[in-house]
């Protein structure tokens, strides 16, 4: 069965420190992957998407994420957080058979501290 | 911009009420889902609908129902509601089979 899973649950960082968010995938068949943010109250917001191409893809508020086909993973990372990329982040999958169907990781709390 | 609306972003209901949330998007899109997020299970599918009337059963449909009568229109019914429907629900549009989904800002139900 397809699955996404998020290594970490949370993530507490110092402003100005580089993050990385972990994500591996399980899937035979589909390679379309998205980082979505979810500010507080609010719904969830693209971050960046690997469709096909260039594997290290660049997203919005300087985020990046590395498509690594043989470890089956989509880390995403920022080389220098702000206190406003404290949020919850979710890593997702187009599910097989591009029915358009997304699976989505359980999240990970990136806590920014000052 | 692609805008997704749902039409409550709180709302507080009783046990055996039928709960109707609505979502709206106005870009087209064939493409309408409704999710249910919970603290450490992350997004759940309910409901998709690749089409004015049709409609596809997700992940978790037991409980509740949809209608899509309009194309830019996708309706979530909770016909009975039950405390363990209390929860932040999310609607989301997208364009094709290979595209990213566009996310309404969710509204926190509470069935008391």
């Known amino acids: 069965a397809q699955s996404v899973t998020q290594l970490d649950s949370q993530v507490p960082v110092f402003e100005e420190a580089p993050v990385e968010l972990r994500c591996n995938y399980s899937?035979?068949?589909?390679?379309?992957l998205f980082w979505y943010v979810q500010y507080p109250n609010q719904g969830l917001q693209l971050l960046l998407k690997?469709?096909?191409?260039?594997?290290l893809v660049k997203g919005i508020n300087g985020f990046e994420a590395e498509f690594n086909k043989s470890q089956t993973s989509f880390h995403l990372r920022k080389p220098s957080v702000h206190i406003s990329d404290t949020a919850e982040y979710f890593c997702?999958?187009?599910?097989?058979?591009?029915?358009?169907?997304?699976?989505f990781g359980q999240g990970t709390t990136l806590q920014v501290k000052p | 911009d692609v805008k997704v609306t749902q039409s409550s972003r709180y709302l507080v209901k009783r046990t055996g009420e039928k709960v109707f949330l609505e979502c709206v998007q106005d870009?087209?899109?064939?493409?309408m889902f409704w999710y249910r997020q919970d603290p450490g299970l992350g997004l759940r599918l309910i409901y998709f609908?690749?089409?004015?009337?049709?409609?596809e059963k997700g992940d978790i449909p037991e409980g509740y129902s949809v209608s899509r009568e309009k194309k830019e229109r996708f309706s979530l019914i909770l016909e009975s509601a039950s405390t363990n429907q209390t929860s932040m629900y999310l609607c989301?549009?997208?364009?094709?089979?290979?595209?990213?989904?566009?996310f309404g800002p969710g509204t926190r139900l509470t069935v008391t």
């Open positions: 989301a549009s997208s364009f094709g089979t290979v595209r990213e989904q566009y």
């Open positions: 690997y469709l096909s191409g260039s594997t």
């Open positions: 899937s035979s068949v589909s390679v379309y």
């Open positions: 609908s690749y089409d004015v009337k049709m409609k």
């Open positions: 997702a999958v187009i599910r097989s058979g591009n029915t358009g169907k997304l699976i």
């Open positions: 870009m087209d899109h064939e493409n």
